[in-house]
C-alpha cells in the first residue's frame, strides 16, 4: 500500500513562506494526478492545487499567484511552495495521489497569524 509522509508545516506571520514537501513510497513518475488539498476548521476539504505528470498545474483562485506546485521524480516527492501567506490560508494540508483510488497523507498543520 502507498504511503504519503508530509512535512513542512508550521507557523508563520501573514506574509511569510512555507514549503510543504510529500514523500511518496512509491515511484511517481507513472502518477498523473497529485495534488494538495486543505481542510480549515469547520469548514469542507478543498483542493488546493494539482500537477499532472506531464507539468500541468492548475490552482484554486485563492491561491494564485501566491502557491507553486512542483514534483521532483527522481525524488518521489510532491512540493507546495507557499508564498504571502494570509490567515485564511490556516489549515491542515493533505496530499493526494490518485492510483484508481485516492490515497492521502496524514496531514500538516499550517497556521498564519495576522
Known amino acids: 500500500q502507498v504511503q504519503l509522509v508530509e512535512s513542512g508545516g508550521g507557523l508563520v506571520q501573514a506574509g511569510g513562506s512555507l514549503r510543504l514537501s510529500c514523500a511518496v513510497s512509491?515511484?511517481?513518475?507513472?502518477?498523473?494526478?497529485m495534488g494538495w488539498y486543505r481542510q480549515a476548521p469547520g469548514k469542507q476539504r478543498e483542493l488546493v492545487a494539482r500537477?499532472?505528470?506531464?507539468?500541468?498545474?492548475n490552482y484554486v483562485d485563492s491561491v494564485k499567484g501566491r502557491f507553486t506546485i512542483s514534483r521532483d521524480n527522481a525524488k518521489n516527492t510532491v512540493y507546495l511552495q507557499m508564498n504571502s501567506l494570509k490567515p485564511g490560508d490556516t489549515a491542515v494540508y493533505y496530499c493526494?495521489?490518485?492510483?484508481?483510488?485516492?490515497?492521502w497523507g496524514q496531514g500538516t498543520q499550517v497556521t498564519v497569524s495576522s
Open positions: 493526494c495521489i490518485t492510483i484508481g483510488n485516492n490515497s
Open positions: 512509491r515511484t511517481i513518475l507513472s502518477i498523473n494526478a
Open positions: 500537477i499532472t505528470n506531464t507539468g500541468n498545474t
